[in-house]
């Protein structure tokens, strides 16, 4: 996965260049020289028409709209100004502060349209996603009232602190002045976010500039902005590792080009101790995927797991969306049996639980037992759910599975299209006689949280693909997942 092309070093001397050439114009700029636009030539830049054309996108919006489309972070400054009114100074020699500047996600396929580089201003910033393997061409064309002041594109990794240094770039840095509009390719040496920086050669001078996006080769690839995590749940059962928890799905996503990780924590241990774990490798994550932040699917436990990373442990600033499937967020009825808070067939449950986790040493027997107090309902409306509100900058998605026994499955009038696993069968009966509708774990109800979109014909072995990719006919989960992060994609997280 390297991280940069082959010709770095020849990019790095064209970088210093035109480093070197934009400290003397700005010289020029700030003084009373009648110099003239500076003559560009570049061996790999192109000059087009100054209207940047649009093609299919790659990821996020497929309209093929010629507006830049809406990120999540908050823009600054104004677009779509005139060079009327462009030749505006400050009356003094110099700025007290230069601002960086927001602009927000850039679709590919899209352009930013006349925006207006304000005074004391030397740095946008524009957010855009590329899946690895696919080329994008990015369009720049200066629009300035003098020839002094002209713009220079650097693309960059997003985890860089702004500004960013041109001899940091992905990309040497391209300049355009006098509305020329000079293009340059770019293959992502990973998939996800990319910056790019637009910055001006003069801060006491204010302009318009336009940038556009296309897609060029491998349009066919996908990718979140984001990372996708996989973080499993309460696991234990005979067949299924957590290596392999979610059956073929890291490759089916890898293949498609999305940025995907699987994490491990303990098989089962209280979510206390399991989020701690996670915390560490969502830190490594993000310094390998050179990224600011990442998205989690969580299932099961890996929900609430999930959870206290984002509130407990403070990662609200890196996690961008959390996608939960069939976590009990109000606890399991099973679990309550089973520790004896509810009265009822404590012993079976017990029994039933220790089959679903397996052969388990003594030792392990304390861990099993934590996992099972984690996702009691006790713990989590009494204490867990007050303990972990919902951050804010995180945007909480939820589904889960329905299934029914034999005798529900033969009613037609039961609407129900899955049949549940014999495994799982005694708990199912058991939360349907005391709540209703289940996987065979864990409730509809209690697996609504933040924005519910739906439920799957899955029970809760189903849901993860198992066994070894055997599901109801009906239910294909390789797709579902594929959809989920489809959906991330498109909501630009």
């Known amino acids: 996965m390297g991280l940069l092309s082959g010709n770095f070093r020849a990019r790095r001397r064209a970088s210093a260049r035109a480093l070197a050439f934009a400290g003397g114009l700005a010289v020029i700029a700030c003084g009373d020289a009648d110099g003239g636009a500076p003559t560009l030539t570049d061996s790999d830049a192109t000059t087009s028409t100054a209207e940047a054309t649009s093609a299919g996108p790659v990821t996020g919006d497929t309209s093929g709209s010629t507006s830049a489309a809406a990120g999540s972070e908050s823009q600054t400054g104004s677009s779509g100004t005139g060079t009327s009114d462009a030749l505006e100074t400050t009356g003094e020699p110099g700025c007290d502060a230069l601002e960086v500047v927001d ?31 696919a080329t994008v061409e990015l369009a720049l064309t200066g629009h300035a009232p003098v020839d002094e002041l002209y713009f220079t594109a650097v693309v960059a990794y997003p985890d860089l602190p702004a500004p960013v240094d041109p001899g940091d770039a992905l990309l040497s840095p391209f300049v355009s002045a006098n509305g020329e509009t000079v293009t340059r390719s770019f293959e992502a040496p990973r998939s996800g976010e990319f910056l790019v920086q637009i910055d001006a050669s003069s801060e006491l001078v204010a302009g318009d500039y336009e940038l556009s996006v296309t897609c060029a080769q491998r349009c066919e690839l996908e990718t979140t902005r984001y990372p996708v995590t996989l973080v499993h749940g309460w696991t234990g059962f005979a067949t299924i590792g957590p290596l392999d928890y979610f059956y073929q799905v890291p490759e089916h996503l890898t293949d498609i080009g ?7 924590t303990d098989k089962y241990n209280s979510s206390t101790i399991r989020s701690m774990q996670l915390a560490e ?57 089973a520790l004896g808070y509810v009265p009822g067939a404590g012993q079976e449950a017990i029994a039933f639980l220790l089959n679903l986790v397996g052969a388990i040493s003594q030792d392990e027997q304390a861990d099993a037992m934590a996992s099972f107090y984690s996702l009691s ?46 495994l799982i069968g005694w708990g199912h009966g058991i939360l349907r006689a005391a709540q209703g509708d289940n996987d065979g774990l864990v409730t509809v109800e209690s697996a609504k949280w933040g924005d519910y979109r739906g439920e799957m014909i899955a029970d809760h072995i189903d849901e993860v693909g198992h066994l070894l990719g055997v599901t109801d006919p009906d239910f294909d989960h390789k797709q579902f997942y594929l959809d989920r992060a489809r959906e991330l994609a498109d909501a630009l997280h």
């Open 103 to 133: 602009r927000g996600f850039l679709a590919t396929g899209t352009t930013t349209g006349l925006t207006h580089h304000e005074l004391c201003t030397r740095h946008d910033q524009w957010w855009i996603a590329v899946p690895e393997g």
């Open 258 to 264: 999305y940025p995907v990780h699987v994490t491990q």
């Open 281 to 337: 490798q969502v830190d490594e994550l993000l310094v390998l995927w050179r990224a600011r932040k990442l998205n989690i699917i969580g299932h099961s436990q890996g929900g609430v797991d999930s959870r206290a990373l984002i509130s407990t442990l403070g990662y609200g600033d890196r996690v961008d969306a959390l996608i939960t499937v069939a976590t009990p967020h109000r606890g399991t009825y099973i679990m309550d049996l």
């Open 377 to 422: 309902e006790q713990y989590m409306q009494e204490e867990f759910n007050p303990q972990n509100p919902d951050d804010p900058r995180v945007e909480y998605i939820s589904y889960t599975g329905r299934t029914c026994s034999a005798d529900q499955f033969l009613n037609p009038q039961n609407d129900c299209q899955d049949l549940v696993d014999p």
